[in-house]
């Protein structure tokens, strides 16, 4: 029971990363009855208790002032931590959650609670990578439903276009809700979904070759305003 597979080493899909409960999936993994299971290719990433895979390609590299999505994983007494697809999680603290003030021993879950996605904004990067979040500003927000997906950070871009063009044009077509954060997590709500996925792959596989959008509005064209 424990460890099978040890900090750093190379998994893919469906290899049997640790054993028992002393360790819990953050992202990139999954569990399986007292299994941890690599859900993708990536090297393994081991952060206290929690076990996650960073991805081989597009490895994204935080900056102070990205817009990012992560997903809550840890709820300490001052704050929460979040896996935003980074070797080390970032930290949002009590301040810097939300305007409201909030009383010493509250339950914080009230607030974020474990495996909620959020938008937020990187105020820092520290000494030894310590990621500081902040919720305070314009579209930092939870969010509700949906689904998220990892695309490379490189094609972030991309998938925004120029002043926004692209993701207008995603948004628009399939009738979604769409964020998209720097960190290569992209949330998806709306009945179109499956069909603005493919719409996002396909930016990612041709990012490069012209005629780009007259292909993503052939794609979506068949299927927006069908809801």
């Not at 070797?87 to 409201?100: G, I, M, P, Q």
């Not at 938008?119 to 990578?129: L, P």
């Not at 094609?155 to 809700?177: A, D, E, F, Y």
Request: net charge neutral.
């Amino acid at each position: 029971m424990g460890l099978i597979i040890k900090e750093k080493e190379f998994v893919i899909p469906g290899d049997v990363i640790a054993e028992g409960i002393d360790y819990l999936p953050a992202g990139g993994v999954f569990r399986e009855k007292d299994k941890i299971i690599a859900e993708q290719i990536g090297i393994v990433n081991i952060d206290n208790r929690l076990i996650k895979l960073i991805p081989l390609t597009g490895v994204y590299k935080p900056k102070p002032g990205d817009v990012v999505i992560g997903q809550v994983v840890n709820i300490s007494f001052n704050g929460w931590s979040v896996d935003i697809g980074f070797s080390n999680l970032a930290l949002l603290s009590v301040r810097d959650a939300t305007s409201e003030f909030i009383e010493r021993k509250s339950d914080l879950s009230r607030y974020f609670d474990f495996d909620d996605y959020i938008v937020a904004k990187i105020s820092n990067v520290g000494k030894g990578n310590l990621i500081d979040l902040t919720m305070k500003g314009h579209g930092l927000e939870k969010l509700h439903n949906g689904r998220v997906i990892d695309v490379s950070p490189s094609k972030v871009p991309r998938i925004i276009g120029k002043q926004g063009s692209m993701i207008n044009t995603l948004k628009t077509l399939s009738n979604c809700m769409v964020q998209v954060g720097q960190n290569g997590k992209v949330w998806i709500s709306g009945e179109n979904s499956e069909r603005l996925i493919e719409a996002i792959r396909l930016i990612e596989r041709e990012s490069h070759i012209p005629g780009l959008t007259e292909k993503i509005e052939r794609l979506l064209g068949s299927s927006g305003g069908e809801q």
